[in-house]
């Protein structure tokens, strides 16, 4: 069973800093692109920010500066770290990959799977 786990949330003053982490386990062939989506109160859920399996990147324009995603292959993990927090960056935060996954004969799946959350509140 495929699982990722998110940690790192926390309240944070205005300004300040949190880094959050995604780690994914079970039995899969490779990850392709990962991300991280974020949901506010009232608010539809929006991608902040991806990460291809090479290192490219893109982020929301409301982030951009303040945010820096990153991942590690060999960890199969994602990290978003993100500075200079406002209180609009509070949501709960969601990890969120393409995972290959080996059928037969030379035949992948791909399928998208989705944290649990982390609650981010950036608050004085």
């Known amino acids: 069973q495929v699982q990722l786990v998110e940690s790192g949330g926390g309240l944070v003053q205005p300004g300040g800093s949190l880094r959050l982490s995604c780690a994914a386990s079970?039995?899969?062939?490779?990850?392709?692109?990962m991300r991280w989506y974020r949901q506010a109160p009232g608010k539809q859920r929006e991608l902040v920010a991806l990460?291809?399996?090479?290192?490219?990147?893109d982020f929301v324009d409301s982030v951009k500066g303040r945010f820096t995603i990153s991942r590690d292959n060999a960890k199969n993990t994602v990290s978003l770290q993100m500075n200079s927090l406002k209180p609009e960056d509070t949501a709960v935060y969601y990890c969120?990959?393409?995972?290959?996954?080996?059928?037969?004969?030379?035949?992948?799946?791909?399928?998208?799977?989705w944290g649990q959350g982390t609650q981010v509140t950036v608050s004085s």
């Open positions: 079970g039995s899969f062939f490779k990850i392709n692109t």
């Open positions: 969120n990959a393409d995972l290959q996954t080996y059928v037969s004969s030379g035949i992948y799946s791909s399928t998208t799977y």
């Open positions: 990460i291809t399996r090479v290192g490219s990147t």
